[in-house]
C-alpha cells in the first residue's frame, strides 16, 4: 500500500507539472486573483455539503447499538475530519473511515457497529458517486454532445459498475471478514485471535445491508451532497467570468469526482482533478487557464477547511488523553 501511494504521489505530481508547463499560468493567476475575496464563499457553502452525508450516517446508526445516542452535531464534524483526513493526508482516502471507527467509539458505539457503519456509506458513496456519473453523462447527451468524442466514458460505465455491485453482493453473502481473518490467521503461527470479532462484523454489516429503506434514504442524501458539490464550479466560474448553466456545472463535477475517485491511490487527486476539468472543459468553451483556476480555487477551500478539521481532531484527540489520564488517577 505504501508504495502504491508513492507511485500515485509520483504520478500525481508528474501530471500535474505536465499540465502547468502546458498552459498559461500567469494568465490563470491572473483569472484567479481577479474574482478575488468572494471565492471564499465556497467555505461556508461547503459546510453545508457535509450535511447529507451526516444526516445519511446519522439514518444507518439508527439500526446499531448505541448509535442513535450519537448527535448529528457530532457526526457533522467526524464528517469533516474523516474528509479533512481523506483528501490532505497519503491514505488512499480510506483512513478517515478508521478514525471515523475511533470517534464513533468515544460515543461508546460498539466497534461491530461502527464499523459496519463506515463499510455501508463507503459502499453507498459508491452507489451515488456511479449514479452521479451516469447523470453527468445522460446531461452531455442532453445538450446535443455525442460520445464519440469521449469513447471511454461509455466504457467506464459499462466497466465499473460491476464494482458496487459485487461488492455489495459479498459483503451481504459472502461472511468477507470472516473469510478474510480465516485466511489471515494461517499465516499466524501462535495465539491466534478468536474469529468472533470478525463474525460480528459480518453479522453487523448484513443486517444493515438488509434494510433496504435505510440503505435508499442514505444513498439519495449522499447523491444529493454530490450534486449540490456542482455549486463550485458554477460560482468559481461565475467568478471568473465564464458563467455557465447547471447542466455544465454538474457534468464537470461528476467527471471529476468520478475520476478523483476511481484514482484514490493518487493522494488529493493531484493532477486528476485538474486534467479532468481541463479534457472535459473544453466542451463547455471552458479553456485550460479557467480550467486550472476552478481546480485551484477548490483546492484552496480543501486546504483551509481540511487542516481546521485536521486541528480539531488533534485538539479532541489531546482532551480524549487528557480525559483517560485523570479517570486513571
Do not use: N
Not at 460515543?107 to 456511479?130: C, K, N
Not at 454538474?250 to 485538474?274: C, D, N, W, Y
Not at 479557467?290 to 483546492?299: D, E, G, I, T
Request: glycine share 10%; with cysteine; net charge positive.
Amino acid at each position: 500500500m505504501k508504495i502504491a501511494l508513492y507511485l500515485g504521489a509520483l504520478a500525481g505530481v508528474a501530471l500535474l507539472v505536465f499540465l502547468a508547463v502546458r498552459v498559461d499560468l500567469a494568465a490563470m493567476v491572473h483569472v484567479f486573483t481577479v474574482a478575488g475575496w468572494p471565492l471564499l464563499g465556497l467555505l461556508p457553502y461547503r459546510m453545508l455539503y457535509f450535511l447529507p452525508y451526516a444526516i445519511g450516517w446519522a439514518i444507518l446508526l439508527r439500526t446499531v447499538e448505541g448509535g442513535r445516542h450519537v448527535g448529528l452535531g457530532y457526526l457533522f464534524w467526524v464528517a469533516t475530519v474523516r474528509e479533512g483526513i481523506d483528501r490532505l493526508l497519503p491514505v488512499a482516502s480510506v483512513g478517515g473511515g478508521v478514525v471515523g471507527v475511533r470517534l464513533l467509539r468515544w460515543r461508546d458505539v460498539p466497534m461491530a457497529g461502527a464499523s459496519a457503519s463506515i463499510i455501508v456509506e463507503i459502499l453507498l458513496t459508491l452507489f451515488a458517486l456511479y449514479l452521479f456519473f451516469v447523470l453527468g453523462v445522460l446531461l452531455l447527451l442532453s445538450v446535443g454532445m455525442s460520445l464519440h468524442g469521449h469513447p471511454y466514458l461509455l466504457l467506464s460505465l459499462v466497466v465499473t459498475l460491476p464494482v458496487p455491485v459485487m461488492t455489495a453482493w459479498l459483503l451481504r453473502h459472502g461472511s468477507v471478514f470472516k473469510r478474510m481473518h480465516g485466511f489471515l490467521m494461517g499465516f499466524v503461527t501462535t495465539s491466534p485471535p478468536s474469529s468472533e470479532a470478525a463474525a460480528s462484523l459480518d453479522r453487523e454489516v448484513q443486517t444493515m445491508l438488509s434494510r433496504h429503506r435505510v440503505l435508499l434514504e442514505t444513498c439519495s442524501l449522499h447523491f444529493l451532497a454530490l450534486v449540490s458539490g456542482s455549486f463550485e464550479v458554477w460560482f468559481a466560474l461565475r467568478l471568473f467570468g465564464h458563467p455557465v448553466d447547471w447542466t455544465a456545472a454538474i457534468v464537470l463535477e461528476s467527471f471529476t469526482q468520478g475520476l478523483r475517485h476511481v484514482a484514490f491511490v493518487i493522494p488529493a487527486g493531484l493532477g486528476v482533478q485538474e486534467a479532468a476539468l481541463i479534457l472535459f472543459g473544453q466542451t463547455f468553451g471552458v479553456d485550460a487557464e479557467l480550467a486550472l483556476a476552478v481546480s485551484m480555487a477548490k483546492r484552496l477551500r480543501e486546504v483551509l477547511l481540511g487542516v481546521a478539521a485536521l486541528l480539531s481532531w488533534q485538539w479532541a484527540e489531546a482532551r480524549q488523553i487528557q480525559k483517560q489520564w485523570r479517570a486513571g488517577e
